[in-house]
T-cell receptor, first 113, second 110 residues
Framework: EPEVTQTPSHQVTQMGQEVILRCVPISNHLYFYWYRQILGQKVEFLVSFYNNEISEKSEIFDDQFSVERPDGSNFTLKIRSTKLEDSAMYFC???????????FGSGTRLTVV | KQEVTQIPAALSVPEGENLVLNCSFTDSAIYNLQWFRQDPGKGLTSLLLIQSSQREQTSGRLNASLDKSSGRSTLYIAASQPGDSATYLCACENFNKFYFGSGTKLNVKP
């Protein structure tokens, strides 16, 4: 069964450093998403991406965050200057069409120290 | 804004028992509802997807129902096994994003 692949599985970074989280969505999917889950809290929406542009973003997704699909297969989330409160599990997801459900990746656990 | 609530927050049952997990949502204008399983520290595994025009979906020992008018979904697990122990998340898709519940943490005792 096709999978969404995320790398790395775990990243530790110092506060103020830039991080890039990588995702390879399912190849024929058109919609891409990033979600995050702070330990003990709900999974929450960050951003959706379609046709090479952001279609929607949450209030969490401020100027410190950016997304890119640089080469038609990878989908990346960049955090420019990490804060302690960015520590969370970050999930990438993809969907073939709106309303057809998501396939999630296994997540990247980001720890900011 | 969509609010998704799951009851109970935790559940402990002996192996072999049939059980029901509940999910409620405030906005009935959903595209679909998806149930996920999450093992500790792991990703989200899709269990069942119910599109807005459907009433239920089944996969093996799992059956999920959807009642949009009352804003409710249930996940029924038949003949539970210790390997079913995990957190079960309900998520509703509105306007191209998912809203998640807090989950039900299930423990099935051998």
């Amino acid at each position: 069964e096709p999978e969404v692949t995320q790398t790395p599985s775990h990243q530790v970074t110092q506060m103020g450093q830039e991080v890039i989280l990588r995702c390879v969505p399912i190849s024929n999917h058109l919609y891409f998403y990033w979600y995050r889950q702070i330990l003990g809290q709900k999974v929450e929406f960050l951003v959706s991406f379609y046709n090479n542009e952001i279609s929607e973003k949450s209030e969490i997704f401020d100027d410190q965050f950016s997304v890119e699909r640089p080469d038609g297969s990878n989908f990346t989330l960049k955090i420019r200057s990490t804060k302690l409160e960015d520590s969370a599990m970050y999930f990438c997801a993809s969907s073939p069409l709106v309303g057809y459900g998501y396939t999630f990746g296994s997540g990247t656990r980001l720890t900011v120290v | 804004k969509q609010e998704v609530t799951q009851i109970p927050a935790a559940l402990s049952v002996p192996e072999g028992e049939n059980l029901v997990l509940n999910c409620s949502f405030t906005d009935s204008a959903i595209y679909n509802l998806q149930w996920f399983r999450q093992d500790p520290g792991k990703g989200l595994t899709s269990l069942l997807l119910i599109q807005s025009s459907q009433r239920e979906q089944t996969s093996g020992r799992l059956n999920a129902s959807l009642d949009k008018s009352s804003g409710r979904s249930t996940l029924y697990i038949a003949a539970s096994q210790p390997g079913d122990s995990a957190t079960y998340l309900c998520a509703c898709e509105n306007f191209n994003k998912f809203y998640f519940g807090s989950g039900t943490k299930l423990n099935v005792k051998p």
